[in-house]
């Protein structure tokens, strides 16, 4: 796995969007462990992506990887 904060959530969102739901809670529990304060609301707040469906479908995918709120 991955060392950095960012990298975890593009793992997480990634096994979410191919369905391995049962791997993609663990790199959110990873991501937790190492950055206790991340949720959507925060990354909503500095995600630099303009594309709106871009941004849409990665929200999507980690929540239900199981970022919380």
């Known amino acids: 796995m991955p060392r950095n904060?960012?990298?975890y959530r593009v793992v997480a969102a990634s096994l979410a969007l191919l369905g391995r739901t049962?791997?993609?809670p663990e790199a959110i529990r990873v991501l937790l462990t190492s950055t206790p304060n991340a949720t959507m609301g925060e990354i909503?707040?500095?995600i630099p992506y303009r594309d709106a469906e871009f941004v849409e479908r990665y929200h999507s995918a980690l929540r239900k990887a199981?970022?919380?709120e």
């Open 66 to 68: 199981g970022l919380p």
């Open 22 to 24: 049962d791997e993609a």
């Open 44 to 46: 909503r707040s500095y």
């Open 5 to 7: 904060a960012a990298a």
